[in-house]
């Protein structure tokens, strides 16, 4: 069903607005990592579009955000319309225009209900509801630009799998495109909505999936670890939470704890780390890094060291779900046999 509405979608895209000619769909996301737990009823599909010839100026100081101009201009000559008057490509502009084309190409499908979500503010997705009776599913579209350049500086120091993944894995990743997502950066002074956010989702994609110290670990006839089963149920945990207090917890997200269970992937970097059998043991052990990250206010992101994704003036809530896991861990996980 999603592959069908979002195969036209792309269709028409391509063949709008000349500057979006480009666009080619990749799958990002917990189900596509295989590490989804509850009906597969929310999908995140990335619309990448190759930009060339592009200058990156940090937008502040947590080196995850970025201003985009063309050096020279651009070989699309329609993504001119997307720079504002300060000569930066905007996100916001290039957004809307996508968006408004998605609006319109949703009235030709004929054989599924799609709707689009309302905008919500700062979120870079565009979002898609298609009725599938008893239920929904929601499809978040999100604009992605992939420029050919190397990772910026804020990137050195980060991506620490060396003792995990080794340093070949490592260097071949580094030489990969960079991709940057349309995200609003709320610290800004005046919200113009022209930053950019750094994504490795395509590499985070790749760990998740290749996750074993020796090459072998989950295929089909290697050895068995229990990395995923600690992803799915950390995710999980973190989802029925959220579920329970919707107010409290609506700032925390599953990048969250994918964040701390591939930092527990670096502090325990071997496939003995990680025994099939010892899931209950490992799945503690994940969530006992990531309740201390919380008590401290301070997760670190994995791929640009100085980012902080616990921002300090929301302590009280980081606390608020420290104490909700630290009670799930010493009574059984009652939330799971809800």
Same mark, same amino acid.
């Given at each position: 069903?999603?592959?069908?509405?979002?195969?036209?979608?792309?269709?028409a895209?391509?063949?709008?607005?000349?500057?979006?000619?480009?666009?080619?769909?990749? =799958?990002?996301? /917990?189900?596509?990592?295989?590490?989804?737990? =509850?009906?597969?009823?929310? *999908?995140?599909? +990335?619309?990448? +579009?190759p930009v060339?010839?592009?200058?990156?100026?940090?937008?502040?100081?947590?080196?995850?955000?970025?201003?985009?101009?063309?050096?020279?201009?651009?070989?699309?000559? %329609?993504?001119?319309?997307?720079?504002?008057?300060?000569?930066?490509?905007?996100? *916001?502009?290039?957004l809307?225009?996508?968006?408004?084309?998605?609006?319109?190409?949703?009235?030709?499908?004929?054989?599924?209900?799609v @709707?689009?979500?309302r905008?919500?503010a700062? $979120?870079?997705?565009?979002?898609?509801?298609?009725?599938? #009776? #008893?239920?929904?599913?929601?499809?978040?579209?999100?604009?992605t630009?992939?420029?050919?350049?190397?990772?910026?500086? $804020?990137?050195?120091?980060?991506?620490?799998?060396e003792?995990?993944?080794?340093?070949?894995?490592?260097?071949? +990743?580094?030489?990969?495109?960079?991709y940057?997502?349309?995200?609003?950066?709320?610290?800004?002074?005046?919200?113009? %909505?022209n930053?950019?956010?750094? =994504?490795?989702s395509?590499?985070?994609?790749?760990?998740?999936?290749?996750?074993?110290?020796?090459?072998?670990?989950?295929e $089909?006839? %290697?050895?068995?670890?229990?990395?995923k089963?600690?992803?799915?149920?950390?995710?999980?945990?973190?989802?029925?939470?959220k +579920?329970k207090?919707?107010?409290?917890?609506?700032? *925390?997200?599953?990048?969250? !704890?994918?964040?701390?269970?591939?930092?527990?992937?670096?502090t325990?970097?071997?496939? /003995?780390?990680?025994?099939? %059998?010892d899931?209950?043991?490992?799945?503690?052990?994940?969530?006992?890094? *990531? !309740?201390d990250?919380?008590?401290?206010?301070?997760? @670190?992101?994995?791929?640009?060291?100085?980012? &902080?994704?616990?921002?300090?003036?929301?302590?009280a809530?980081?606390?608020?779900l =420290?104490?909700?896991?630290?009670?799930?861990?010493? &009574?059984?996980?009652?939330?799971?046999?809800?």
């Amino acid at each position: 069903l999603v592959n069908g509405v979002v195969s036209h979608l792309v269709q028409a895209i391509r063949g709008k607005d000349g500057c979006f000619s480009s666009i080619e769909r990749q =799958s990002a996301g /917990s189900y596509y990592e295989r590490v989804k737990i =509850s009906e597969p009823n929310e *999908f995140d599909i +990335m619309l990448v +579009m190759p930009v060339e010839r592009i200058q990156l100026d940090e937008s502040d100081d947590t080196g995850a955000f970025y201003y985009v101009s063309f050096k020279r201009s651009p070989k699309e000559k %329609g993504l001119l319309k997307f720079v504002d008057e300060d000569g930066k490509l905007s996100a *916001f502009k290039m957004l809307q225009a996508l968006r408004e084309i998605i609006k319109q190409e949703v009235k030709n499908i004929k054989d599924v209900e799609v @709707t689009v979500a309302r905008k919500k503010a700062g $979120s870079p997705a565009i979002t898609l509801q298609i009725k599938n #009776p #008893p239920s929904e599913i929601s499809v978040d579209i999100i604009l992605t630009l992939e420029v050919q350049h190397s990772w910026p500086l $804020s990137t050195q120091g980060g991506l620490k799998i060396e003792q995990w993944l080794g340093t070949k894995v490592k260097r071949d +990743m580094k030489f990969r495109s960079l991709y940057l997502v349309a995200k609003q950066n709320k610290r800004e002074k005046v919200l113009r %909505g022209n930053t950019w956010r750094l =994504s490795f989702s395509h590499i985070e994609k790749d760990m998740i999936n290749n996750h074993g110290n020796s090459k072998t670990c989950c295929e $089909s006839d %290697g050895p068995k670890c229990c990395r995923k089963g600690c992803l799915k149920l950390l995710k999980y945990l973190l989802e029925q939470l959220k +579920m329970k207090h919707p107010k409290e917890l609506e700032k *925390f997200c599953s990048y969250h !704890v994918k964040t701390a269970f591939l930092h527990s992937c670096v502090t325990w970097p071997n496939d /003995s780390d990680w025994h099939l %059998g010892d899931l209950d043991h490992c799945f503690q052990q994940c969530l006992r890094f *990531f !309740v201390d990250c919380l008590q401290k206010s301070q997760l @670190t992101h994995f791929f640009i060291p100085q980012y &902080n994704l616990l921002s300090l003036e929301d302590k009280a809530r980081h606390h608020f779900l =420290s104490r909700k896991i630290s009670h799930e861990l010493n &009574n059984g996980f009652p939330v799971f046999h809800k």
